[in-house]
């Protein structure tokens, strides 16, 4: 069956139907001897619910609807692949999303159909698995619920959640009941669209109806994974108390989605004690797991040593390293400022075969900013290395045919300003190949930066100038804007006359003075500043 899924043979079919024989003739004997194992699968159609409100009215005609056969040759056969993030699943997935779907008239068996709703599953592809739908029916085949289970993984993976209903209420008018696996597609389906209403909807109709339905650790899971995807921590932190005291196991999917969980507020311990929780289980951890835990600690500078530890721990369990791993690292290395390991790690990707993109590039950028920030500062030579190698970043991008984007341009032009370079800042946000390539180049944020950095190195007069150029390209300064300059003429002690050219122009733009919380102390300084030069001029 697995080499039938990958397609690496065009005999598979007698391996497959050994398979089901070998399953399905013990569990003929233990069922009472049914002459065929899908015989269960085709029952009286049921009227589904046409939409989420009538499902949220009349639940049990939803679970009548939806209720599963009681044959468990289907449960032995029917595996979860879309759930499995084992080093197999994963490479399964990825074989079949890169395979092209034929011309579906060529294709002479049902076997050949199927197999292509497993690469349109992989895919995504809805309207693909549509069509082979349509194509078995043409051809008098028969749509058991395995069928409309391969076929349901398309919308589920794309986020289709009105092409998923609209199977599942098919799959009922044609008399085939769903099982869990089916179920837990259409809830896959809400979630990855980010519907979480609808998905509580669905999964509260079928957790009601446990005589009907098994909710079972991967619906937990699935949940889970929506609601932390879509930045509902508390309510996924709430399902998992939910689920603990229904006594259902976590398996290693459901530790990696909770470690996943605990990225948005970097519970970097939370995360090392779901490891922790693994171990004593006896669960042991998958590749997604361990990229998810490099995540986790990649929030965080403290934690930069975690993260080494279980990027080198990785290899060491004999997993290998992906391109979610490095690029998991590249953010730790990012986040702490760390250069040296940074090169390393985009030096053994390399050495794997793996290409950069974008991301990688703009990783690289922030690494060199921060690791300017906290180090170059007191190291000069630091600062000259990283200053460098940024300054590089665009060339080597285009040597290797990628264009910058917004983020990338952003985290070379902070190296420039916080070096402090003004002038090369100003450089790279005005010079006119990127205006005319991103729409959102130059931004607010980048001309704060390089206002920051002509203020930083005394130079008030070019930061006006960049004011002037700011209004002209109709780039309205903000609140941080006015914040810089008004730094930056505080800065001259000797005269006050830069400070009135600033407040001279907040009162043209007619913006107040601020007086509110920390910015009050800025107005209070304004003030001292300019009656300690009334002063001065009236004792002259």
């Known amino acids: 069956y697995q080499r039938r899924v990958r397609g690496k043979s065009s005999g598979t079919m007698v391996v497959r139907l ?103 599953g992989a ?17 008098g085949e028969r749509r058991d619920v ?39 597609q259409l809830l896959r389906a809400c979630c990855k669209m980010g519907d979480m209403d609808a998905a509580f909807t669905v999964f509260n109709a079928l957790r009601s109806n446990r005589d009907l339905c098994t909710v079972d650790v991967v619906m937990y899971t699935v949940m889970l994974d929506g ?44 995360a090392l004690g779901f490891m922790e929780e693994m171990d004593q289980t006896g669960q042991a951890p998958s590749k997604v797991t361990y990229n998810t835990l490099i995540n986790v600690c990649a929030t965080r500078p403290d934690t930069f040593g975690h993260a080494v530890e279980w990027f080198n721990r990785m290899e060491a369990d004999g997993f290998m390293r992906d391109a979610h791993t490095y690029r998991a690292m590249q953010q730790a290395c990012a986040v702490a400022g760390e250069v040296e390991y940074m090169e ?37 030579q630091h600062a000259g290395y990283c200053l460098e190698r940024a300054g590089t970043i665009l060339d080597r991008m285009e040597a290797e045919g990628l264009q910058p984007d917004v983020q990338t341009l952003s985290s070379v032009l902070r190296v420039f300003a916080e070096a402090p370079r003004p002038g090369r800042a100003l450089n790279l946000l005005q010079d006119p190949q990127w205006k005319d390539q991103l729409d959102q180049w130059p931004g607010i944020a980048g001309c704060n930066m390089v ?20 209004e002209s390209n109709a780039i309205q300064p903000d609140r941080n804007s006015w914040k810089a300059l008004l730094n930056g003429a505080l800065s001259k002690k000797k005269t006050v006359v830069p400070l009135v050219q600033v407040l001279q122009r907040m009162q ?4 107040p003075m601020p007086s509110q919380g920390k910015e009050h102390v800025e107005a209070a300084r304004v003030q001292q500043r300019l009656q300690a030069a009334l002063d001065q001029m009236t004792t002259e």
């Open 451 to 470: 206002l920051n950095s002509f203020c930083k190195v005394k130079q008030l007069d070019r930061a006006l100038e960049l004011l002037d150029w700011m």
């Open 344 to 380: 390393r790690v985009v030096s053994e990707m390399e050495e794997a075969g793996f290409q950069r993109d974008t991301g990688s590039f703009e990783l690289e950028a922030r690494t060199y900013a921060i690791s300017n920030r906290e180090v170059g500062r007191y190291d000069h």
């Open 18 to 120: 050994l398979v089901r024989t070998m399953v399905s003739r013990p569990m003929m004997r233990a069922m009472g001897g049914r002459s065929r194992w899908c015989s269960s699968l085709v029952e009286t159609p049921t009227k589904l619910p046409l939409t989420l409100e009538e499902l949220a009215e009349d639940p049990d005609a939803f679970m009548a609807a939806l209720e599963p056969t009681s044959d468990a040759i289907v449960e032995m056969l029917m595996d979860n692949e879309s759930m499995d993030d084992s080093h197999d699943g994963i490479r399964r997935r990825e074989e079949l999303a890169a395979v092209q779907i034929p011309e579906l008239s060529t294709l002479e068996s049902a076997e050949d159909l199927r197999l292509c709703l497993d690469i349109a």
């Open 146 to 184: 395995f069928t409309w289970t391969k076929a349901l993984a398309a919308p589920a993976v794309a986020g289709d959640r009105d092409a998923a209903f609209s199977m599942v209420r098919r799959m009922a008018k044609a008399g085939v009941r769903g099982t869990v696996h089916s179920h837990t």
């Open 227 to 270: 609601l932390f995807r879509h930045g509902r921590n508390d309510d996924g932190w709430e399902l998992l108390w939910d689920m603990q005291q229904n006594r259902i196991e976590l398996d290693t999917v459901a530790f990696s989605v909770l470690m996943r969980g605990c990225v948005k507020h970097s519970q970097v311990e939370k």
């Open 508 to 511: 043209q733009k007619g913006v």
């Open 123 to 139: 895919k995504g592809d809805v309207a693909a698995a549509e069509r082979i739908l349509e194509e078995l029916a043409s051809r």
